[in-house]
């Protein structure tokens, strides 16, 4: 099975993470309709190396991880406010 | 059909034509260039040549016909969606496929065989019985069945009785049922060759040129040329290629995996899916199983294949169907699938005059192969969306005016 490190319990199974999707840019204060729609909508889609959240799911960590969509690599793993 | 096959059968020789012309040198201009040679962009073709009379148009196909999502698909074909807009479109998909085989003089073993969902909990019914009030208020075929009617239409399920996967009831919908993909996909490109469209397959598309509010150019690996007017069908590449238009799709990539079995004697006369166990299952006219089931867990550009997922598949095809054990796997891919935020398409015109979107199929474009090649050739044609195509609107999402068809589409597609 694919392996993914949990930055705090070192590498597991991928299946005990759960995906939660690519980091989105923080919302502006009362920020327009069309804002809103971007920021729920539109999401990091390129081909190529992304930054996402992730959860290991038996000690619900919370972390963020750099990871190539074409090839499925993991470059990098990190907890939010520690530098990757 | 019958006489004309008949006659096919009794004449000496069998007389045997090439599908397709060999794919001939760039033009430097086409009326209409299509990015991307699947099912969609092939009936859009066919549609604007045989419908509309506009015959100046390239396909171009950076690959080989079909070769992406439209020949790795499980070929589930149904009407049986949440939204009045869907049923509304995907009942026009059903009815297509049932003429599709006249209309291309193309067998595409069209087969309504009808489709059965299974509820393993109150919940799972609870939504079938809106799902079946307003399938019929649409005027599709599509009714709640309880335990005995499940038991009786496929007796080698298992009920699971007492357990805590017991099928407590069904959706049954007549209408559905399943195509031969690459039959569709050559069917309507032969039809279109025919009238002149030509089809360049192994032409990459690398980008475009735009103007103030219009493309002007299709960048390809052969070559630059201009076009009046650009769709784009790229399937799992949508994204990627509206970007090189500068136009962002609210579209996230992921694989989507399937299998199928050695063939066996028919036993399944049914599509049957359980939404639980994000497992559903048909047989091929060939015999063989064909199991397909939820998208893999998170994004990626590739068509690999992973044994966590196949072990899924195989574990809820073994729960339904115990008998199934044993069998050995014949084939197992994957395609990758782009994904909406509401789980419909995107379909219609882009934020750029001429550039129009076939876009968004995500899990579930295969059953709208006719009705999307139809209804986006009369956007080209007419420079205006028609009615049905409207609630697809890429403006939608900044209306906050979704179309959401998880719960009909996440497992059984
Ligand atoms: C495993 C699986 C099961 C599925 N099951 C079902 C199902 O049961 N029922 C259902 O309705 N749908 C199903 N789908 C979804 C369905 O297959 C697709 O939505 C549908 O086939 C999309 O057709 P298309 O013609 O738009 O795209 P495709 O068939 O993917 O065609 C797009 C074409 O664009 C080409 N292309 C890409 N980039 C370029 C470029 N740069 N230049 C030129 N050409 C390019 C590709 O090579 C490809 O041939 C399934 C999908 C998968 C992967």
């Known amino acids: ?84 | 059909m019958v006489l004309r096959l008949l006659k096919y059968g009794l004449s000496r020789g069998y007389p045997v034509t090439g599908d397709l012309p060999p794919t001939p040198d760039l033009r430097a201009s086409y009326d209409v260039v299509i990015v991307g040679g699947g099912g969609h962009g092939l009936a859009c073709a066919h549609h604007l040549a045989k419908y509309h009379g506009i015959r100046s148009v390239a396909v171009l196909e950076k690959g080989w016909l079909a070769g992406g999502n439209t020949a790795r698909n499980t070929t589930t074909i149904r009407s049986n969606y949440m939204t009045m807009q869907s049923i509304a479109f995907y009942k026009e998909a059903v009815a297509l496929y049932e003429g599709m085989s006249e209309e291309l003089d193309f067998n595409v073993m069209f087969s309504q065989r009808g489709q059965l969902t299974l509820a393993h909990s109150e919940a799972t019914l609870r939504a079938f019985h809106l799902r079946a009030e307003t399938g019929r208020h649409m005027g599709i075929g599509i009714e709640v069945i309880g335990p005995d009617e499940v038991r009786a239409r496929v007796p080698e399920l298992n009920m699971d009785r007492g357990g805590a996967l017991e099928i407590i009831g069904g959706l049954w919908h007549p209408d559905g049922g399943t195509a031969r993909h690459d039959a569709v996909a050559w069917g309507y490109a032969r039809e279109a060759s025919r009238r002149g469209v030509e089809i360049h397959q192994r032409t990459a598309v690398t980008g475009f040129g735009v103007t103030g509010d219009r493309v002007t150019q299709v960048q390809t690996d052969r070559g630059v040329i201009n076009a009046g007017a650009v769709l784009i069908a790229c399937g799992g590449m949508n994204y990627d290629m509206a970007l090189r238009a500068g136009v962002d799709l609210p579209i996230r990539c992921f694989p989507l995996q399937a299998m199928v079995t050695e063939p066996v004697k028919p036993w399944l006369h049914t599509l049957v899916s359980s939404v639980s166990l994000h497992t559903y299952l048909v047989q091929s006219s060939r015999g063989e199983v064909v199991i397909g089931g939820g998208s893999d867990p998170y994004q990626l550009y590739s068509t690999r294949s992973t044994l966590d997922l196949k072990e899924h598949l195989a574990e809820g095809a073994v729960h339904l169907f115990p008998f199934l054990r044993g069998l050995k796997v014949l084939r197992q891919w994957a395609g990758i699938t782009d994904m909406t935020p509401d789980y419909s398409p995107i379909m219609g015109a882009s934020p750029l005059d001429n550039l129009w979107l076939d876009c968004g199929w995500g899990t579930w474009g295969f059953k709208a192969t006719p009705v999307a090649g139809k209804r986006m050739a009369e956007c080209i044609a007419t420079g205006r969306v028609p009615e049905v195509l409207a609630p697809f609107a890429l403006s939608r999402f900044a209306r906050f005016d979704l179309v959401n068809e998880m719960g009909a589409t996440a497992a059984s597609h």
Not at chain 1, 48 to 63: D, L, Q
């Open chain 1, 1 to 84: 099975m694919k392996l993914l490190t949990c930055p705090l319990n070192g590498p597991r199974n991928i299946d005990e993470f759960q995906y939660l999707g690519p980091l989105r840019p923080d919302l502006a204060e009362g920020a327009a309709d069309a804002d809103w729609a971007a920021h729920l909508f539109r999401a990091e889609n390129r081909p190529g190396p992304m930054v996402e959240w992730w959860r290991h799911t038996p000690s619900n960590t919370v972390f963020l991880a750099e990871r190539h969509t074409l090839t499925d690599t993991i470059l990098r793993t990190w907890l939010p406010g520690a530098k990757p």
